[in-house]
């Protein structure tokens, strides 16, 4: 154990005290009806938090990150925890199916300054669950109270959870699980309305969150996630729920303005226009040219793939440039499509997109 010890107190990233920053964690805050990034493996990096956070997003968090791999101090994971000021406040997430890891973990990511740590107990992927990590802890309550315990002990950082709705239809106990996890001194809980047996099919149960928030005696927020693509859905998570925040995973793809459309729908009651062709595509490059500088060129560009068909969805000819710029290893390449593209049928061989 030494080892990941020695990491945490040395790390280059612990470069600011913990005294340094006292941002309001909004998913801390009772009421506060936040609207936050999800965290999602090969999506919510860094470029992709600052991009969010700049579009209205009251809090994001990292990728998840293996405990295991954090204690081992592999290149990977620290890379995944690297964080920019402009990302506050901003949680680690991190997994695992050991409780001393976990806390090895947690001590780890502490080092590293975010504003809170984050424990999935919900991912649905047969690869973390084979391993009793994520969802496989809503198996058994227990462990899954034995875990959060051991990081809250860890760390002096609030401890924040992500689950699920239960195993199964047959298992679902979110209340007692929700009251078990206040007890040990988490200090918020979001929930994915599914169960891990449904993966992402189906739809999400939001009925489960009204049931949840009434739940007596639980005090600590609660976060909806699952299904969030609108600014109807969130006034009506809010309004007809009562929970405390919002969390919003896939629609962000590509489409990072959704916070700000939400937010201004939350405030206003009006819609925002959608952000032009122009705008997106800008919008899209700024996030290549920061996903490179973070990255590298190879992986910075990889990294983008998953985000450049919402960004192009609906633009005529759109699955033409999609096309070229998959074919692309050079930032640079991919920029001059980007920012020279027009919707006409015409120009797209001036650019060099075989039509």
């Known amino acids: 154990m030494d080892s990941f010890l020695n990491f945490a107190m040395n790390s280059n990233l612990s470069h600011i005290s ?22 999602m493996e090969d999506v919510s990096d860094s470029p992709f938090r ?12 990292t990728e998840f990150i293996s405990s295991e791999a954090i204690i081992r101090a592999s290149e990977a994971s620290k890379h995944k925890m690297v964080f920019e000021e402009a990302e506050r406040p901003l949680g680690i997430q991190i997994f695992g199916g050991r409780e001393e890891a976990m806390y090895g973990a947690a001590k780890v990511a502490e080092a590293n300054n975010p504003d809170f740590i984050d424990i999935n107990f919900g991912c649905p992927v047969y690869k973390i669950v084979k391993k009793n990590a994520g969802s496989a802890c809503l198996r058994d309550p227990g462990m899954m109270e034995r ?10 950082l609030p401890v924040t959870v992500k689950t699920r709705l239960g195993w199964d239809d047959q298992s679902i106990r979110i209340r007692e699980i929700a009251l078990m996890l206040q007890s040990v001194g988490v200090k918020a809980l979001t929930v994915h309305a599914r169960t891990r047996s449904q993966g992402y099919k189906g739809e999400a149960r939001w009925e489960y969150f009204k049931y949840l928030r009434d739940t ?22 809010f309004d007809e729920t009562g929970v405390d925040g919002i969390m919003i995973g896939r629609a962000t793809i590509g489409n990072p303005w959704i916070f700000r459309v939400i937010k201004h729908y939350l405030e206003t009651g009006e819609k925002l226009p959608s952000p032009t062709i122009g705008e997106r595509l800008e919008m899209c490059a700024d996030q290549l040219q920061s996903s490179v500088a973070h990255h590298g060129e190879r992986y910075g560009v990889i990294m983008m793939k998953k985000h450049y068909g919402n960004y192009i969805k609906g633009i005529r000819n759109g699955k033409y440039l999609r096309m070229e710029i998959m074919k692309k290893e050079r930032m ?12 006409e049928p015409e120009p797209l061989s001036r650019i060099g997109v075989a039509v």
Do not use: W
């Open 18 to 39: 913990p005294e340094d920053h006292k941002p309001t964690i909004p998913v801390l805050q009772g009421g506060s009806r936040s609207v936050v990034l999800a965290p």
């Open 50 to 61: 600052q991009m969010c956070r700049n579009q209205g997003a009251d809090v994001v968090y």
């Open 147 to 156: 875990m959060a315990g051991t990081v809250v002990d860890a760390t002096h």
């Open 216 to 237: 007596p005696g639980l005090e600590i927020p609660i976060i909806a996630n699952g299904d969030i693509t609108t600014p109807e859905h969130a006034r009506y998570l």
């Open 332 to 343: 640079e390449d991919i920029l001059e499509l980007l920012l020279n593209f027009r919707e």
